[in-house]
Nanobody
Framework: QVQLVESGGGLVQAGGSLRLSCAAS????????MGWFRQAPGTEREFVAA????????AYSDSVKGRFTISRDKTGNTVYLQMNDVKPEDTAVYYC??????????????WGQGTQVTVSS
């Protein structure tokens, strides 16, 4: 089973920046890259960003494109989400997970505890 530990969240003013980290350990998901998802109160968890195994290909949701940047370290065990020019609508709990683009592994349920991001206006 994979273990995912997200960190780096907090309270930030609109227009500010945060950098989230995700440390992955345990089971390997083969040729899956990593992605970030978020869930605001009363909403479904939604895709935010993804990066492939090579680290050369990324994907973003339209709502964060141009403001957020996903990256990973050389081992592939740590993934980052640089959040710039944050907006109140970015307020959510952020989670990381193995992904192929926006797609999670079939039956994936090993979510971490997430990290809370709160953006004040």
């Amino acid at each position: 089973q994979v273990q995912l530990v997200e960190s780096g969240g907090g309270l930030v003013q609109a227009g500010g920046s945060l950098r989230l980290s995700c440390a992955a350990s345990g089971r390997s998901f083969g040729n899956y890259g990593m992605g970030w998802f978020r869930q605001a109160p009363g909403t479904e968890r939604e895709f935010v960003a993804a990066i492939d195994l090579s680290g050369r290909n990324t994907a973003y949701s339209d709502s964060v494109k141009g403001r957020f940047t996903i990256s990973r370290d050389k081992t592939g065990n740590t993934v980052y989400l640089q959040m710039n020019d944050v907006k109140p609508e970015d307020t959510a709990v952020y989670y990381c997970a193995p992904t192929r683009g926006r797609v999670l592994p079939t039956g994936f349920a090993s979510w971490g505890q997430g990290t809370q991001v709160t953006v004040s206006s």
